[in-house]
């Protein structure tokens, strides 16, 4: 939507803001997991494909599959996930019954978690993807990048945590 980042400072937050908006309201709206990494992958698909076929139309968009399945992992798994998947193991001779799951609606806490998390991936994982790909350094790395990384990870917490709080609009 709004092109590849040409440096750290505001182009990581602003790219980060812009892409987990539709994951979190895919999430919002679906309330399964996987729903924000296949959103992702939506838009990942023609992306790159146009971005391999066109490469000088076209730039490659940013590295979001990894932010958005370490989302998915952050706002959705539990530990009692982890418990009932250490029951099904080989050898223990039979599975414990489960109740039914119910319709989770993440708190806003957890929201803000995964939304730091997505944001905190993408500044770790873009800034080298963009030197790869030919840019200048010194724009990516050095006190600019921490900085981005924490405009990035505050700006993607408050977004998830914003739109998950259960209002008179929900």
Same mark, same amino acid.
């Given at each position: 939507?709004?092109?590849?980042?040409?440096?750290?400072?505001?182009?990581?937050?602003?790219?980060?803001?812009?892409?987990?908006?539709?994951? &979190?309201?895919?999430?919002?709206?679906?309330?399964?997991?996987?729903?924000?990494?296949?959103? =992702?992958?939506?838009?990942?698909?023609?992306? +790159? +494909?146009?971005?391999?076929?066109?490469?000088?139309?076209?730039?490659?968009?940013?590295?979001?599959?990894?932010?958005?399945?370490?989302?998915?992992?952050?706002?959705?798994?539990?530990? +009692?996930? &982890?418990?009932?998947?250490?029951?099904?193991?080989?050898?223990?001779?039979?599975?414990?019954?489960?109740?039914?799951?119910?319709?989770?609606?993440?708190?806003?806490?957890?929201?803000?978690?995964?939304?730091?998390?997505?944001?905190?991936?993408?500044?770790?994982?873009?800034?080298?993807?963009?030197?790869? &790909?030919?840019?200048?350094?010194?724009?990516?790395?050095?006190?600019?990048?921490? &900085?981005?990384?924490?405009?990035?990870?505050?700006? =993607?917490?408050?977004?998830?945590?914003?739109?998950?709080?259960?209002?008179?609009?929900?």
């Amino acid at each position: 939507m709004i092109g590849p980042p040409r440096k750290a400072l505001p182009d990581l937050a602003v790219i980060g803001a812009t892409a987990l908006l539709p994951m &979190l309201l895919g999430t919002r709206i679906v309330r399964t997991v996987g729903a924000a990494s296949a959103i =992702c992958g939506v838009y990942l698909l023609p992306a +790159s +494909s146009l971005s391999l076929l066109l490469p000088s139309v076209v730039p490659p968009p940013p590295l979001l599959l990894v932010p958005a399945i370490l989302f998915e992992l952050a706002i959705w798994l539990e530990p +009692s996930h &982890l418990a009932a998947a250490l029951d099904v193991l080989p050898g223990q001779g039979h599975l414990r019954h489960r109740p039914v799951p119910t319709i989770w609606q993440p708190t806003a806490a957890r929201s803000a978690f995964a939304g730091a998390v997505f944001g905190f991936v993408l500044a770790l994982v873009e800034p080298p993807f963009r030197v790869f &790909l030919g840019d200048d350094p010194a724009l990516w790395f050095g006190w600019t990048r921490w &900085l981005a990384a924490i405009a990035t990870t505050v700006v =993607c917490a408050g977004l998830a945590t914003l739109l998950t709080v259960r209002g008179r609009a929900a």
